[in-house]
């Protein structure tokens, strides 16, 4: 574990360069001592080591409190205004923690800041219990890094993307929605040609009355749920006070769905207590969602899944990685596997779930099943692949 600290000494008062200067002679005695510097009365201190340094903090205090006695100044307070801890571990993503900056993993090491951390916190193990709540929480999120490959990339501008506007152009419109339609008509049709998928249509929502006949709340993976779909408890007081005012009014409302974009139990009413077994897509908005059916050979389709979305990619110039997770659904184990691509900070193009016959079980289905989302807002930005920001000189990424 890597530890870098910035600590703040509040003194009674200003102090000259002499003083200074014999103070940080003390300090470059320090095993983990980097660097300090003077502003008015307040001195910064930084250290960096392994393992947790922030114990040295109480005896550079009392030393420095030691030597400054003699310059008739005092240390009316101290506190830690930045703290870096590395974990090395395979979590990638960020992680909600107390008290901390931010907690994020990169699948080489896991990043923890904290920030104005009061001198009373410093006490009782306060970092080595942060340390191993976070890597608690690892053990139970954790995404294993599969795959990563470099590239140029792409640039492009995220919070545009998330407005539906990208480089100046409105992403839903006909001049950028013709590269999304004509990226979403190759991979329909390589799907077909690999795979011999049938198009299947599917309710836009997955109710909440079903999930609660057959009790199979807990299948639903965390990963699995976007958006739940609600209906406010009056639609028409809703509408004239978003009318009257411009501003949607807080409102009761009553959960109806959760969106069938991303849930693996999309394939239960197309095929519902069947012996079919075999591949089908449908798309929903801007996804496209592949399910399949499959026993003896389920394995090796496994496979040849996973490696028809590396081929796709790698026909791009498009820097991505292939995370895996691991999910305990019921009795079962389950794969989660996600393909991100990056673009200005890294984006999930495509989810893929194999939960062997957690579903099909359920639903009387004799076969293991699979599920694909494939997003086209996501895989849509390989399209403007290059550096240029001209409108009329944007060049996509070519198909080879």
Partial sequence: MVSKIEIVLILSQEIDEPIYKGAKEKLKKIKFFVSSYLNSNRLYINLEGFGDISKVIPEIVEELKIYFKDYRVAIRDYYILNYELEIPCGFVGTLKFPLAFSVVGNGECCRIIFRDIEKNLLKNDFVGRAVRYVENKIKKMSYQVVECRDAEGIEANFEGIRKGILKGFNFYLPNTARRISDLKGKIISDLK????????????????????????????????????????????????????????????????????????????????????????????????????????????????????????????????????????????????????????????????????????????????????????????????????????NIKGASLR
């Fill in 193 to 392: 040609k690999k795979f011999g998928c049938e198009e299947i249509f599917v309710p836009e929502l997955l109710p909440i009355e079903l999930i609660e006949e057959y009790n199979i709340s807990d299948l639903i993976p965390k990963e699995a749920v976007s958006n739940f779909v609600s209906k406010p408890e009056s639609r028409d007081l809703v509408y004239d006070a978003f009318y009257l005012t411009g501003k949607l009014p807080k409102f009761r409302a009553k959960n109806r769905a959760i969106l069938f974009n991303d849930v693996p139990l999309t394939f239960y009413k197309a095929l519902e207590n069947t012996k079919q077994r075999g591949f089908f897509y449908y798309t929903n908005c801007t996804k496209i969602n592949l399910i399949f059916f499959e026993n003896e050979n389920y394995n090796a389709v496994k496979k040849e899944i996973i490696n028809f979305f590396r081929e796709f990619l790698n026909k791009f110039d498009v820097k991505y990685r292939i995370l895996k997770k691991i999910l305990n659904l019921r009795e079962t184990k389950a794969e989660f596997y996600k393909f991100e691509i990056m673009a200005s900070k890294w984006l999930e193009a495509v989810r893929i779930l194999f939960p062997e016959d957690v579903y099909t079980k359920t639903f009387k289905i004799d076969a293991k099943s699979g599920h694909v989302t494939i997003d086209l807002d996501k895989l849509g930005i390989i399209s403007y692949g290059n550096k240029s920001e001209g409108k009329e």
